[in-house]
């Protein structure tokens, strides 16, 4: 396995629009500080030079604390900032079209909404899913709401990790105690957190004392 599953704990996914005045850089250091284990990139509406800038912003951030970051969906800005690797969707470049783009050694994370996307998934060399939205998401209203049931299906049938990503905050998290998942991915939770560092570090506290009692995922 490419991934150790452990990266996969806390799952920071950026979101620009709650920054209220902050820099995102600067918000990616605070999270990091409270314990974020990979960042992902994620930018929905900005021109190539600027989303190259703004990686190589948060990749100077995310290298000096020795975390992985994966850059949504864009596999130039990847290439072109020299990060870990790419998160594609179902509507997305195909995840074997992105093997072959970025070779054997970048980490791919595809979003798997099924057991069958998950099973295509890995058989195309996905190294990790991210399953969800497992609480819905105000960040991502295009969204389906998926069963628990649903995660924890999906992980029973793949090998590579799974993370679960959607409506994830610090009042809820609980309710994913003992479900399969290797790790929560959360945007809201962080970035529109008054103090990212204490958001961080609390989700962390909680995702580690429900690991030390549900032992490893898989
Ligand atoms: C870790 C993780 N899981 C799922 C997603 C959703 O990806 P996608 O389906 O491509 O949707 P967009 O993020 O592109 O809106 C993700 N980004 N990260
Ligand atoms: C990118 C993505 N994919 C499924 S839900 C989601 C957004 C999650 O954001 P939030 O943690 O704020 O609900």
Redesign the pocket.
């Known amino acids: 396995m490419k991934i150790d599953p452990q990266l996969l704990r806390l799952y920071a996914?950026t979101?620009r629009g709650h920054l209220n005045g902050r820099s995102l850089p600067d918000v990616v250091d605070e999270i990091l500080a409270g314990g974020v284990t990979i960042v992902q990139l994620?930018e929905k509406d900005m021109l190539l030079e600027d989303f190259i800038r703004e990686a190589l912003a948060v990749k100077k951030v995310t290298d000096r604390w020795g975390v992985p970051l994966i850059i949504n969906d864009n596999i130039q800005v990847c290439q072109a900032v020299s990060a870990a690797g790419v998160h594609v969707g179902q509507s997305d470049m195909e995840a074997g079209q992105v093997r072959r783009l970025l070779g054997p050694e970048k980490i791919i994370g595809v979003?798997a909404k099924t057991v069958e996307q998950a099973l295509a998934a890995q058989a195309a060399g996905a190294d990790y899913l991210?399953c969800?939205?497992v609480?819905?998401?105000?960040?991502?209203l295009d969204?389906k709401k998926m069963e628990l049931d649903t995660l924890d299906d999906i992980c029973r049938h793949v090998s590579i990790p799974v993370v679960a990503?959607?409506?994830?905050s610090f009042e809820n998290i609980s309710q994913l105690s003992g479900r399969l998942m290797d790790g929560v991915?959360?945007?809201?939770?962080l970035f529109s957190a008054g103090n990212p560092k204490k958001a961080a570090q609390d989700l962390r506290e909680k995702i580690d004392s429900m690991y030390s009692s549900a032992g490893s995922a898989k």
Not at 135 to 140: D, E, Q, Y
Request: glycine share 22%.
């Open positions: 996914v979101d994620r979003t991210g969800g939205a609480f819905g998401s105000a960040t991502k969204t990503i959607g409506g994830i991915a959360a945007v809201s939770a």
